[in-house]
């Protein structure tokens, strides 16, 4: 952009207009596109910390991918041997477990219960089940569940009034004769109370060592339900993260299908796809609301479009004269988008950082409560740089684009007409 131009459209911006309507709509352009800057960012940074928080819950119980097999149990060491050796760039951490069916039984009531083994070692490395331990405070899970040690949800110690050293009766189903049913009595102690905030977790889960479980069951030391994986984590630039953004697929995706395709006589799969109906309505809220408020910023460059022919109409003699004396007509186009580049501009930048300062006090200070209804009990934040730069070029675009349609029409002004009326 020629420096004269930009110079220009700087002083038509400064300059005191004497039409109060310009004047007037300029402020109602900048607000509008302040406004809807920072509606939108400050929305996506709220849906972020949703999805974030969601899927923290969620990886509190599930790992980022879980191998199993239907009906039968895996060779562990085998699988880990195979993963160690294939895929030893791309995967972080590996953990066994397995689940089974119990009843408790306590003051005479009995009710199912998910017993799950896990090896606390590895487990620590695929799910943050660690951070989710209520009581004790700092414990470690290694010690809270080694022998017949178990962990039970807030709500099951809730529902059976237990505490951290009472003792609870499991009881197993064993063979017995022909068309019965025979249960054998386990006591275990419990040593740990955990809170995920998910209460089919917290009502319906207990976890114990994988050695603890098999030996309960008579199962092989070496066997397993299903295998968690945690990846590792890819180095890629701030340009590919924006990319990823517009992808139906990420990097976890394309592991999980070469996976897939390597053991197919396992089940490959993501936690998202045990949840299918939350990742999605979260994606979908996020894409909406985007579109939804993205129109706010859409009218308001509508009303620059305006702002730009008013002041096209107030400045033809000054266009006649700076023709007549020779300058370029893409050069006076230039003029009025530099004027509308710089409103675009500078609200956007206000907009986004006020956003950012709104997203920073809700991340650091989480002082608005949200109902019961919700994962969370506050109203969660997450910022992030690439979507900072994805909603600022997207607002740039629209209001270059609004831009250039009456900054298109002043090349069109007959200078002798001008001149000879004006």
Same mark, same amino acid.
């Given at each position: 952009m020629n420096q004269l131009s930009s110079f220009i459209a700087t002083k038509y911006i400064k300059f005191k207009n004497k039409d109060r309507n310009i004047s007037l709509m300029m402020k109602i352009c900048f607000l509008g596109i302040f406004v809807g800057t920072f509606s939108l960012m400050l929305t996506l940074i709220i849906m972020n910390g949703f999805e974030k928080v969601t899927h923290e819950k969620m990886q509190?119980? *599930?790992?980022?991918a879980i191998i199993y097999s239907n009906g039968q149990?895996?060779?562990y060491l085998a699988v880990k041997e195979y993963l160690s050796k294939n895929y030893n760039n791309y995967?972080?951490?590996?953990?066994?477990?397995?689940?089974?069916? %119990? &009843?408790?039984? *306590?003051? @005479?009531?009995?009710?199912?219960l998910f017993l799950k083994g896990i090896k606390p070692e590895t487990e620590t490395l695929v799910t943050n089940i660690q951070e989710k331990i209520a009581l004790p405070i700092n414990s470690e899970l290694t010690e809270l569940i080694n022998n017949n040690k178990i962990i039970i949800g807030a709500k099951t110690a809730q529902n059976y009034n237990l505490k951290i050293g009472d003792t609870l009766t499991l009881l197993i189903p064993k063979e017995g004769g022909q068309n019965k049913i025979a249960l054998k009595k386990k006591e %275990?102690? %419990?040593?740990?109370i955990f809170n995920i905030g998910l209460e089919e977790y917290d009502s319906n889960f207990a976890f114990c060592s994988l050695d603890f479980l098999h030996n309960l069951f008579k199962e092989n030391v *070496?066997?397993?339900?299903?295998?968690?994986?945690?990846? @590792?984590?890819?180095?890629?630039n701030l340009f590919e993260k924006i990319i990823n953004l517009f992808k139906?697929?990420?990097?976890?995706? #394309?592991?999980?299908?070469?996976?897939? #395709?390597?053991?197919?006589?396992?089940t490959v799969t993501s936690w998202k796809n045990l949840y299918p109906a939350l990742v999605s309505s979260l994606k979908l809220e996020k894409y909406v609301m985007f579109f939804i408020l993205a129109l706010i910023i859409m009218v308001a460059c509508m009303t620059m479009i305006s702002l730009l022919f008013m002041y096209i109409q107030q400045k033809r003699r000054d266009i006649a004269?700076? @023709?007549?004396?020779?300058?370029?007509d893409k050069n006076i186009r230039s003029i009025f988008l530099s004027i509308g580049t710089k409103i675009t501009f500078f609200a956007s930048i206000s907009g986004l950082g006020l956003a950012a300062i709104a997203g920073y &006090? &809700?991340? @650091?200070?989480?002082?608005i409560e949200l109902p019961d209804v919700y994962y969370v009990s506050y109203l969660p934040a997450r910022m992030s740089l690439e979507i900072f730069i994805v909603v600022f070029v997207a607002t740039m675009l629209l209001g270059f684009l609004a831009t250039w349609i009456p900054a298109k029409a002043s090349m069109k002004i007959n200078v002798a007409q001008v001149l000879r009326q004006e």
């Amino acid at each position: 952009m020629n420096q004269l131009s930009s110079f220009i459209a700087t002083k038509y911006i400064k300059f005191k207009n004497k039409d109060r309507n310009i004047s007037l709509m300029m402020k109602i352009c900048f607000l509008g596109i302040f406004v809807g800057t920072f509606s939108l960012m400050l929305t996506l940074i709220i849906m972020n910390g949703f999805e974030k928080v969601t899927h923290e819950k969620m990886q509190g119980i *599930n790992s980022q991918a879980i191998i199993y097999s239907n009906g039968q149990q895996i060779d562990y060491l085998a699988v880990k041997e195979y993963l160690s050796k294939n895929y030893n760039n791309y995967i972080d951490s590996i953990s066994p477990s397995s689940t089974r069916q %119990v &009843l408790i039984e *306590n003051n @005479k009531s009995q009710n199912i219960l998910f017993l799950k083994g896990i090896k606390p070692e590895t487990e620590t490395l695929v799910t943050n089940i660690q951070e989710k331990i209520a009581l004790p405070i700092n414990s470690e899970l290694t010690e809270l569940i080694n022998n017949n040690k178990i962990i039970i949800g807030a709500k099951t110690a809730q529902n059976y009034n237990l505490k951290i050293g009472d003792t609870l009766t499991l009881l197993i189903p064993k063979e017995g004769g022909q068309n019965k049913i025979a249960l054998k009595k386990k006591e %275990v102690i %419990v040593s740990g109370i955990f809170n995920i905030g998910l209460e089919e977790y917290d009502s319906n889960f207990a976890f114990c060592s994988l050695d603890f479980l098999h030996n309960l069951f008579k199962e092989n030391v *070496n066997a397993a339900d299903q295998i968690s994986l945690k990846f @590792k984590e890819p180095k890629i630039n701030l340009f590919e993260k924006i990319i990823n953004l517009f992808k139906f697929t990420n990097y976890e995706d #394309n592991i999980l299908k070469t996976l897939q #395709n390597d053991m197919p006589a396992l089940t490959v799969t993501s936690w998202k796809n045990l949840y299918p109906a939350l990742v999605s309505s979260l994606k979908l809220e996020k894409y909406v609301m985007f579109f939804i408020l993205a129109l706010i910023i859409m009218v308001a460059c509508m009303t620059m479009i305006s702002l730009l022919f008013m002041y096209i109409q107030q400045k033809r003699r000054d266009i006649a004269i700076l @023709k007549s004396m020779g300058y370029p007509d893409k050069n006076i186009r230039s003029i009025f988008l530099s004027i509308g580049t710089k409103i675009t501009f500078f609200a956007s930048i206000s907009g986004l950082g006020l956003a950012a300062i709104a997203g920073y &006090l &809700l991340e @650091k200070y989480p002082f608005i409560e949200l109902p019961d209804v919700y994962y969370v009990s506050y109203l969660p934040a997450r910022m992030s740089l690439e979507i900072f730069i994805v909603v600022f070029v997207a607002t740039m675009l629209l209001g270059f684009l609004a831009t250039w349609i009456p900054a298109k029409a002043s090349m069109k002004i007959n200078v002798a007409q001008v001149l000879r009326q004006e």
